[in-house]
T-cell receptor
Framework: AQKVTQAQTEISVVEKEDVTLDCVYETRDTTYYLFWYKQPPSGELVFLIR??????QNEISGRYSWNFQKSTSSFNFTITASQVVDSAVYFC??????????????FGTGTRLKVLA | GAGVSQSPRYKVTKRGQDVALRCDPI?????LYWYRQALGQGPEFLTYFNYEAQQDKSGLPNDRFSAERPEGSISTLTIQRTEQRDSAMYRC???????????FGSGTRLTVV
């Protein structure tokens, strides 16, 4: 069975601090995809990143970076120099590959990030 | 269209009534997905389509829930004989093909009173 665990329910940081959001996943698939989405207070789900299981390179996009480690089944997300606008709920998600026959996402329960001015 | 469009944005219905939620995906997107998100939770998969074919409906909670996408574009999620526990945000997403990243719509907030 597939499962995504985001153990941090809520994190509060002061503006300009760095913060890491943890994501641990379980899957028996050898090919799978991992995602992060942001849900700001307005409620929409904003796509941040997609990573396939064969690509373990870390990714950096501006103040955002992602660390994918298959050995620990983790796909952690770091925001550098956080800003108030980063305040949102962040979801990690997992989906199977072509051989699994389905592309449904399994979402974690989310981490609420509060960045205080 | 430019994004995934869902209507209505909000729906309040009385228990026992049927509701139909509409999703208009991004033009040309082959795959369409329905999710339900309860307050404080992550989205939960309901069903998905490739073109007009319903590929997976394993997430539909019971037979009161059904979905269709007759022409491979617009999709409708229908809930019959609504119950209070059906209250949630219903989200539609589309992608260019299986395994590609989704774009989610703004959702329909359903409240059953």
């Amino acid at each position: 069975a597939q499962k995504v665990t985001q153990a941090q329910t809520e994190i509060s940081v002061v503006e300009k601090e760095d913060v890491t959001l943890d994501c641990v996943y379980e899957t028996r698939d050898t090919t799978y995809y991992l995602f992060w989405y942001k849900q700001p207070p307005s409620g929409e789900l904003v796509f941040l990143i997609r990573r396939n299981s064969f690509d373990e390179q870390n990714e950096i996009s501006g103040r955002y970076s992602w660390n994918f480690q298959k050995s620990t089944s983790s796909f952690n997300f770091t925001i550098t120099a956080s800003q108030v606008v980063d305040s949102a709920v962040y979801f990690c998600a997992l989906s199977g590959g072509a051989h699994s026959g389905t592309y449904k996402y399994i979402f974690g329960t989310g981490t609420r990030l509060k960045v205080l001015a | 269209g430019a994004g995934v469009s869902q209507s209505p944005r909000y729906k309040v219905t009385k228990r026992g009534q049927d509701v139909a939620l509409r999703c208009d995906p991004i033009s040309g997107h082959v795959s369409l997905y329905w999710y339900r998100q309860a307050l404080g939770q992550g989205p939960e998969f309901l069903t998905y389509f490739n073109y007009e074919a319903q590929q997976d409906k394993s997430g539909l909670p019971n037979d009161r829930f059904s979905a269709e996408r007759p022409e491979g574009s617009i999709s409708t999620l229908t809930i019959q004989r609504t119950e209070q526990r059906d209250s949630a945000m219903y989200r539609c997403a589309s992608s260019p093909g299986p395994g590609r990243g989704y774009t989610f719509g703004s959702g329909t907030r359903l409240t059953v009173v």
